[in-house]
């Protein structure tokens, strides 16, 4: 049963362009994330939010910028896209990002394609 | 540099026989390890954890080991079925850190018929 979702499944875009990615938790869960999983299945956390607070932001490009408006959602916009921002973007909750054995609940991901 | 590294990269097996995956690490303060199994198209989903303070848990078919002096785990999937066909990754993170899993480069594991 799908509980994280994430709009749109796929996006074709040029090298420049703006885009921006949805994610919607109905699990009522305080810690929301996003993960990039490239060409090679490799998933590396980008961001992650507790309670509309950022409280992880790996190193990534600053053309990355999450937005949340309230617990329940987390978007992701780039700015500028480069060709290496080819990849599926996964979104996730869970109950609580303070380091103790929480689950992680992933949506179906938005695939970016980069022209 | 990973953190956590998975072998093999890919693996096939045989419907009915046992499917051994295998995880290291490097950081000491890691002490809860889930295994995620991916389909196509789909995000992970939790399969089965381990905290270090156990060597065995097991669910089902789905067995997963912990060594915590060699800093190791393996999954062990018996009886293994064309339907276990996916990636599997494994994850590591620490109890009171940042909300921060890192995860393996994943198996992609093929049961054929």
Known sequence: ?115 | QQQVRQSPQSLTVWEGGTTVLTCSYEDSTFNYFPWYQQFPGEGPALLISILSVSDKKEDGRFTTFFNKREKKLSLHIIDSQPGDSATYFCAASAFGGSAKLIFGEGTKLTVSS
């Open chain 1, 1 to 115: 049963e799908t509980a994280v979702f994430q709009t749109p499944n796929y996006h074709v875009t040029q090298v420049g362009n703006e885009v921006s990615f949805n994610c919607k938790q109905t699990l009522g869960h305080d810690t929301m994330y996003w993960y990039k999983q490239d060409s090679k299945k490799l998933l590396k956390i980008m961001f992650s939010y507790n309670n509309k607070q950022l409280i992880v932001n790996e190193t990534v490009p600053r053309r990355f910028s999450p937005q949340s408006s309230d617990k329940a959602h987390l978007n992701l916009r780039i700015k500028s896209v480069e060709p290496e921002d080819s990849a599926v973007y996964l979104c996730a909750s869970s109950y609580f990002g303070g380091g103790c054995a929480e689950t992680l609940y992933f949506g179906s991901g938005t695939r970016l394609t980069v022209l």
